[in-house]
Structure formats: structure tokens, C-alpha cells
């Protein structure tokens, strides 16, 4: 999924506090949220080896004013501790993850307005790890950003939000005059949870870094996805969702590629047993080999996995999981095709 779906991370919460209370006095609370994650991984792509990563290893204070029975201002800030260059082992500086500030209010939503998670990090269904359709969606929030304006409303039986993102400072990879939009919609029904979701971004402009040209200057990317949720039995989850994404090029054909994936989880004492598969049609066939000129039209992934919570917000898990499509492990001189296999993950995710 991760490699069939990865135009879709140009694309890339409520009002309620979580995390551990650290102060609460004259109407001013401070909470601080984290998360951690260490895996032992060994990757889909052929050739890839088995190995550590730290995934996540972040922390965020979450600062609110009360202003009335109904209204709070907000502050967020969140220490990044694994982004890409401390995880690759390039540097050793931590980064700054999500930093916004917001109101919040219990009757007409929350509005949120700096560096964050746009709406399409919402996305994604199952109970995996590294290898499935929801991974695909939060690992990283390949939807978040600078520049990003958030508007949250949940009722209960009903709820929504939007977002906008632009790219004036050349940090999201949209041009200087491009920009991202997407929003969702939801309704919760007896035993059914059903969320539709939209979004679309122009890329226009230089990307105001180097090189500065923006290659795909003109571009443009959209996609709709429909989910639905069911918990009426004890113990037990199920998903299914539907997943479209468009890519239309300045000059040349569009391109589109459909997905359909179904997921189930089942609890077990402090055991969850999890399982997913999701195809992905292609509206143009891709190079599967360039010996034979061979393509491929469509891609089959999967994952199974287990999980021991020892303790809230801590989860031991091992998952397996893969896809038949193709990645191209050579370089841009001497492209090296190669088809996708199983991977394999140990690993421990703990949040609070």
C-alpha cells in the first residue's frame, strides 16, 4: 500500500485534552502528550534488511485559558525527537513537530491556526502497525504542515471539519502559490461509524528552496475516500473503506488509482489480533520489468499482527505483512526493478 499510495502524501483534533496533567490553577491547564515508538523492521522492497528504527519519540505541551463556560484559548507545542535526519542517523538535532495555537469551543468546534495535521490524517482503517492502510495515513502525518488553518466540529452523532495549507515560506512542497484544501464528513449511527473524506492541492510557483524550479509547477492532485466502521459485535472491529486518488498533470494523461480494503481487530483479554487487505487498481498499467517490458495493472497487500498491551497506552506488537507491486531500488541512471515481498516488525508504541 505504502509504495502504490505515496503520491498521496502531497495531500497531506478536537477539542478534548488528553495526556497527563502537569498544572491546573486560575483557569490555565498545561498537559503533556507524548509517544514513543521502536521497531525492529525489515521492509516490503527487495534487498531491504533487518533493522532498528525509532519511529516516533515525540512530546507536546498542550497550554489552554478558560475563558468562559464555553470558550478556551490554546497553545501547542511538540518536540520532535525522530525526524528524518535523527532517524537516518545524519544528525542528531531534534526538530519542532506540530506548534499551533487555537480556540476551543464546546459548541461550535475548534479552529487551530500554525504548524499541524490537516484533515486527511485522520484517514486511514485497521489496527496495524507498518504495513496496512492506516499506517499509510498517520506514520509521519504525511498530511501536516506550515502555514495550515484547521476547523474541527464533532456533535456526536455528527461530525466534520476542513483545513487549508499554502506555501509561501517553500516548506510543504506545494510552490509558492500553491495550495492544499481538504475536509471531511461523518455521522455515527448505533453500531456504524461512516466518514467521508475530500481533498485537493494545486502546485504552483517556485518552491523556494533548491532547486528552486518546482517540477510539478501546473500539477494538480485530488482525492476522495469513503470509510465505514462497525463495533456491534463485543470485542470486535470491523472497516472497510474506498480510496481514490487522481493525479492530473500539467501536460499529458491523468493518471487515477483506485483502492478497496477491508480490516478487522479482535481484543482479546489484553491481546489484539488484527488483520487487513486492500487492491489498488491502476488506470495505467506501471513497468513491472525493463528485460521483458512486462507491466502491472494492480496491487494486493496485506498484513496480520498481534499486540500485548502491558499497560494503558502501551502496546508490544509483531506484524507481518506486504504487497505484490514493483519498486525501483536502483538509481535514476541505472533503474534496478524489483518486486515487493513480506516484511516483518517487532516493535513497542507506547502514548499518553
Known amino acids: 500500500m505504502k509504495k502504490t499510495l505515496v503520491a498521496l502524501a ?35 522492497t527487495d534487498g531491504s534488511e533487518f533493522q532498528q528504527q525509532i519511529q516516533d519519540a515525540d512530546f507536546g505541551f498542550d497550554t489552554r485559558y478558560t475563558i468562559n463556560d464555553d470558550l478556551q484559548f490554546g497553545a501547542y507545542w511538540e518536540f520532535d525527537g525522530a525526524n528524518d535526519s535523527v532517524t537516518k542517523g545524519t544528525s542528531t538535532a531534534a526538530g519542532v513537530g506540530n506548534t499551533y495555537v487555537a480556540i476551543y469551543s ?9 504548524r499541524l495535521d490537516t484533515i486527511f490524517d485522520d484517514a486511514g482503517i485497521g489496527s496495524d502497525y507498518q504495513f496496512g492502510i492506516n499506517s499509510f495515513f498517520s ?37 509558492k502559490d500553491g495550495h492544499m484544501v481538504d475536509a471531511k464528513i461523518g455521522g455515527r449511527v448505533a453500531d456504524f461509524d461512516f466518514t467521508g473524506f475530500y481533498g485537493q492541492a494545486e502546485f504552483k510557483g517556485d518552491l523556494n528552496t533548491t532547486p528552486a524550479a518546482n517540477p ?11 470509510e465505514a466502521r462497525y463495533a456491534g459485535v463485543e470485542n470486535l472491529n470491523l472497516a472497510l473503506a474506498y480510496y481514490s486518488m487522481n493525479h492530473k498533470p500539467k501536460t499529458g494523461d491523468d493518471m487515477t488509482d483506485n483502492t478497496v480494503a477491508f480490516a478487522a481487530d479482535y481484543t482479546l483479554n489484553q491481546i489484539i489480533f488484527a488483520a487487513g487487505v486492500s487492491q489498488t487498481s491502476l488506470d495505467k498499467a506501471q513497468s513491472a520489468s525493463s528485460v521483458d ?60
Request: aromatic share 10%; charged share 20%; net charge negative.
Open 10 to 44: 502531497v495531500l497531506a483534533a478536537g477539542s478534548a485534552q488528553a495526556g497527563i496533567e502537569i498544572y491546573n490553577e486560575n483557569k490555565v491547564s498545561v498537559n503533556l502528550k507524548g509517544d514513543i515508538e521502536v521497531v525492529y523492521l525489515k521492509d516490503v
Open 216 to 226: 510539478k509547477d501546473g500539477d494538480k492532485e485530488s482525492m476522495w475516500a469513503v
Open 106 to 114: 464546546q459548541t461550535a468546534g475548534s479552529l487551530k491556526v500554525g
Open 139 to 175: 506514520n509521519g502525518s504525511p498530511f501536516g504542515g506550515d502555514e495550515a488553518v484547521r476547523y474541527d466540529l464533532d456533535k456526536g452523532s455528527f461530525y466534520g471539519g476542513i483545513a487549508y495549507k499554502q506555501d509561501k515560506n517553500g516548506n510543504n512542497k506545494l510552490g
Open 293 to 352: 517490458n512486462s507491466t502491472y495493472d494492480k496491487v494486493l497487500g496485506w498484513y496480520v499482527n498481534a499486540g500485548y498491551l502491558v499497560a494503558p497506552g502501551a502496546t508490544i506488537y509483531a506484524e507481518v505483512g506486504g504487497n505484490d507491486g514493483y519498486t525501483d531500488v536502483g538509481t535514476t541512471a541505472n533503474p534496478n526493478i524489483q518486486q515487493n515481498g513480506t516484511g516483518f516488525a517487532l516493535g513497542v508504541k507506547a502514548e499518553f
